[in-house]
């Protein structure tokens, strides 16, 4: 088994204690993180992000409770092995780049080497592999202020990596970049995660750099509100399975344990077409929609199943019944491939995808099928809502909540009719939408 490479165990840092103007800026935290994790804490500004971070770094005393990593406090080491805790085990940066501006690039990046008493001629060598591999080499001679935004960065990257670190912090490193350039240096840190196996720590409040994550920890008033899984990667520690995308598969799961994904999609489909139906006919509607959702019957051969006799292998519905019926099932499966293709995408990008095409088809699906009318602004809010959902950001009750809350408090104001309707709805597409090799997580 694994053992984590950072432990917080009920730790807190809190200003003033005891005073009136006490505050927690982190409150009882309790985690573990991985070796070889890419993990981003994300919140609001000012909601504790930086305060864990810079626990991790030693720069600051928990009040309560106690940090370790590697097995150790950081925090009862001598000033010497703190000096090598902070420049060999971890690495940083900082949204504000940091770089001296009278030395040229490549000491910059060396810098951290001459503290640990390295060889120049090795300290020249590595600070050139890395500015090499990072997209900048050509720059070493240059100073500083010749350099992008994003190329300063990517420099940043590399002065915080150039002593091998296991941990590799990163405070809201793209928040000053444009998003061509924040794209190139959060596919730099995904890279050094997946070849590295290095340890990843992030911190952002903006959700599009999300899925580079293993696990997201939610933080809200120094507090962990939550831990979500990226159902995306494939993870290192061991992850709470109710927190995944597909509550109701997994649901699906624990009453049929024993069914194959595509077995359970069947499942859920049925439930969502049949009322009253006996056991007989449920057996036969199973096996036509299996049939339907792996491609292999028409919709005119599922209609006309559904309303021939019993005798002749049907299943005996009114036509009125199998019309409405064939009707629901061809725009799940059709509606759903949208899911399906946004899904693909977010996979083979590794982030959130600008192309917003199939979110707002998707909406405009959703509307039509709740027959619904909505003013601009809710339907902003409804997109943002499906984005979130699809992307595996928010759970199926995070979904459904914002459609009951008030507009006032940034939800959509929706009935709870309304709302139970398109929520359930929309889990049906998210279901269908996975790949046939998922588990339904």
Known sequence: MIEPIIKMKNMSVIYNKGKEN????????????????YIIFFGPSGCGKSTALYTILGVLTPTEG???????????????????????????????FYLIPSLTIADNVTLPLIFQGIHPNIRKKRAQELLDRFGVGSHGHKLPEA????????????????????????????????????????DTLDEINRRDKKTIILVTHDAKYLPYAHRVIYIKDGR??????NPEKKQIARVDQQKTLVTEMEQL?????????????????INFLTQGQTLEQ??????????????????????????????????????????????KICRVLDQSKDVRRYRRRLE?????????????KLAKDLVDECDCKLEPKIR????????????????????YLRLVKSVEDDGLGFTKELAEKMATYFEKLLIQGLEAEDKGH
Do not use: W
């Open 253 to 269: 799961a624990k009453v049929h344990p024993y069914l194959s994904p595509s077995e359970l999609k069947v499942k859920s489909i």
């Open 348 to 360: 083979r990008n590794n982030f959130f995808d600008t192309d917003r095409a199939l979110i707002n």
């Open 22 to 37: 006490e505050f927690r800026a982190s409150d009882g935290l309790n985690l573990e993180i991985y070796p070889g994790e």
């Open 224 to 229: 962990v509100v939550r831990i979500v899984p």
């Open 66 to 96: 106690e940090i370790l990593v590697k097995g150790e406090n950081p925090y009862e080491y001598t000033p010497q092995e703190l000096v090598h805790y902070q420049t060999s085990v971890i690495g940083i940066m900082y949204q504000a």
């Open 380 to 399: 902003t809010r409804l997109k943002d809502n499906i984005y979130n959902r699809v992307s595996g950001l928010s759970r199926p009750e995070d979904f």
């Open 282 to 327: 449920l057996q036969r509607l199973e096996e036509c929609a299996k049939l339907m959702i792996d491609g292999m019957m028409q919709r005119e051969q599922f209609y006309q199943i559904l309303i021939d006799d019993l005798e002749k292998g049907g299943i005996g519905l009114p036509p009125t019944v199998a019309e409405d019926m064939t009707d």
């Open 147 to 186: 350099l992008s935004g994003g190329q300063t960065q990517r420099v940043s990257v590399a002065r915080a990596f150039v002593n091998d670190p296991e941990i590799l912090l990163a405070d809201e490193p793209v928040g000053n970049l444009d998003s061509i350039s924040a794209g190139q240096v959060m």
